[in-house]
């Protein structure tokens, strides 16, 4: 390794010149990758993911035909004024809403008519009980169509359907905060079909999870199935002995050294790192590929501490770059959060261990497996060195991989049980650390958490860390799906 007085090294603390890594992180951050990664992983879950059947949603638009608002000239239409076109609206959102099924693979039940009167909406809350949609999507052009709503937003309550109730802003005058309730995603606002397009993506997430097979690899003597209450996601518990199996199975092939030059060509450093770690990398990434493809699952979980070079630290970051949740030492609620984020957000999380620093008032996010992509397979690739795992000897291979400092962060944690709850926090990214100084995994973020006093009041381990602002997104599904908000220590407004 070369050898840096302190002021020519980057601030990040990987070791290299100044100039070296400004070069070789503008051009990643930028989104021109240095070389492509691990594009064929994504191939894994295809299988899984072409089998299941998207949410059904149910649209209805509020409001009485205009031409019987407008056959004199002392006709009252009321808000948002005659001048408003609502059938021409409809159309447009119509063909608008037709786009979101196509791009988010759902299905969309909506009439040309509109319910204009409340023997409409009386038979749209018979079909809600009958049909039982995934969801269901009101969106209200007149201010008296109010009634034939809560009729609806009360039928979808009744027969546990989550609603999204859609007003555009100047529709509805005075206070609204009654439809912000659990069961609902209310959105006021001015033409906002992103929000809409958000409330369906949540609806979606939901009915996909309950589709979804995680892989728990860990030590039992034979396989069992296990179905997380919440989400509805199954679980196949498979003996780590099978892993093992497939792992000394895997031959040293094309495939092996695609992996390999991939991982190696993308690298602005490696430290530590033998060819044989390299090998064996890209044996456990075959071997996970062939039981996620024989199980038909959709993500893997593992029991991987103390495995010497069968340890999956590479792989892992490669599949949850390409969303394919992988989550390590086996814990089920860090593998449900991660199949949440992914499916919600089109991105992975970083699972991590947490630290403070008390006198800085931040936190730290430390592991072995983190992705590349946090934006997502269609992302920039950060910076990253491959180094040898952080807590043995064996010389097995982990990555490191360097945030960009200042950029919004969300982390959440789910915890399961009688009573589910998710916390989620906000923040920003400070800089990633070298390995040493910094302790923990190979992976060393410091972050500022801003929607808490204390940044120990940050709670649970092993969390999932978002780049991006979502905070409010995730906090607008639970409260969609009437998932309890833990809040630990939270202290600003709802919702952020």
């Not at 979808?156 to 609603?163: C, H, L, M």
Request: proline share 5%; aromatic share 8%; charged share 25%.
């Amino acid at each position: 390794m070369n050898k840096h007085d302190h002021d020519s090294t980057c601030a990040c603390g990987c070791q290299l010149d100044r100039r070296e890594f400004f070069a070789i992180a503008g051009a990643a951050l930028g989104g021109m990758t240095l070389a492509p990664m691990v594009a064929d992983a994504a191939e894994v879950a295809t299988w899984a993911r072409a089998a299941k059947q998207g949410a059904t949603v149910r649209v209805a638009f509020l409001y009485p035909p205009s031409k019987t608002f407008k056959t004199k000239p002392d006709d009252w239409w009321s808000w948002p004024g005659n001048d408003y076109d609502a059938e021409g609206r409809q159309r447009q959102y119509a063909t608008a809403l037709r786009k979101m099924e196509q791009k988010l693979g759902l299905k969309l039940v909506m009439d040309d008519t509109s319910i204009a009167d409340e023997a409409g909406a009386q038979r749209l809350a018979q079909e809600l009980e009958t049909q039982k949609p995934d969801g269901l999507l009101l969106v209200m052009f007149y201010n008296r169509s109010l009634a034939h709503a809560e009729l609806l937003l009360k039928a979808a309550e009744k027969s546990g359907i989550p609603a999204i109730f859609y007003i555009g802003l100047g529709v509805k005058h005075g206070p609204v905060a009654a439809y912000r309730r659990p069961g609902v995603y209310f959105i006021q606002s001015l033409e906002n079909l992103d929000a809409i397009e958000s409330g369906l993506r949540m609806i979606h997430t939901k009915k996909l999870m309950a589709q979804s097979r995680l892989l728990s690899v860990t030590d039992v003597n034979k396989p069992a199935e296990v179905v997380e209450a919440f989400f509805g996601t199954k679980v196949s518990v498979i003996p780590f002995a099978r892993y093992a199996d497939e792992f000394g199975k895997v031959a040293f092939d094309a495939e092996a050294r695609r992996f390999v030059a991939r991982f190696s060509g993308g690298a602005k450093g490696k430290r530590g790192i033998t060819k044989e770690a390299l090998e064996n990398a890209a044996r456990a990434h075959l071997a996970l590929k062939k039981l996620l493809a024989d199980e038909r699952a959709d993500g893997v979980a593992m029991t991987c501490l103390r495995r010497g070079m069968l340890k999956p630290c590479m792989s892992f970051s490669a599949l949850n770059s390409t969303l394919v949740p992988a989550v390590c030492e086996n814990d089920m609620p860090a593998a449900y959060g991660q199949l949440l984020g992914q499916l919600l957000l089109g991105q992975p999380g970083f699972q991590h261990n947490p630290c403070y620093d008390t006198e800085r008032n931040h936190y730290y996010a430390s592991h072995c497996t983190c992705a590349t992509r946090m934006r997502g397979p269609r992302g920039p690739e950060l910076p990253y060195l491959l180094r040898r795992f952080t807590h043995t000897n064996e010389g097995s291979c982990a990555i490191q991989v360097f945030w960009k400092p200042d950029e919004p962060v969300t982390m959440i944690h789910y915890y399961p049980g009688k009573e589910p709850a998710l916390d989620v926090y906000a923040g920003r990214v400070v800089k990633s650390h070298a390995m040493p100084p910094a302790g923990g995994c190979t992976t060393n973020v410091e972050v500022v958490i801003t929607d808490r006093e204390d940044a120990c009041m940050v709670k649970g381990h092993h969390n999932l860390l978002f780049t991006g602002d979502h905070a409010r997104k995730f906090r607008l599904f639970a409260q969609l799906h009437k998932l309890k908000l833990a809040d630990t220590g939270f202290k600003g407004p709802w919702p952020v």
